[in-house]
């Protein structure tokens, strides 16, 4: 999906409140760090051959909520722009180069960015204020560098 295509869809969106935009689609949000004990992943999305979908989180209720919010807005990109499917998907800081990661961590970057009324120009300072992973934000800049729609977004928004 292009860039393009992942703006009109955050435009679209109801709210911009992550947490109201998951309840309102019935995505259950379960703090369990104890399922996390042999795995990297920070999160792992699962829909149920029923619909029913949950995001399981590596850390507590309140333990990161920075980073908990950038985690669930990377959910819900994968949501919107791919459907739920029957397979689940983890989020992990280390396998973010796929296509599928990419367009996720485009949507979370553009969503969390279109809700400040100053974009930081330093990437330090902007993963901070994102809770997007330093190495995460980086790649995604870099790789997105030449993606006119994306970059004239930000330079109206900056
Ligand atoms: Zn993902």
Redesign the pocket.
Known sequence: MQSTEIIEQIKKLESSDIYELLNNRGIHIVHRPDLFTFTNSDARIITDIYGNTWIFLSFADGENPVFENFVLW??LG?IETRGRSATS?A?DHSTHDHE??VE?NTFAFLALVSKMKKIPSCQMELAHVTGIPYIVLSELMSRLRRDEAFMGYLMRKG
């Open positions: 990377h959910e994968h998907r989020f599928e990661e996720a």
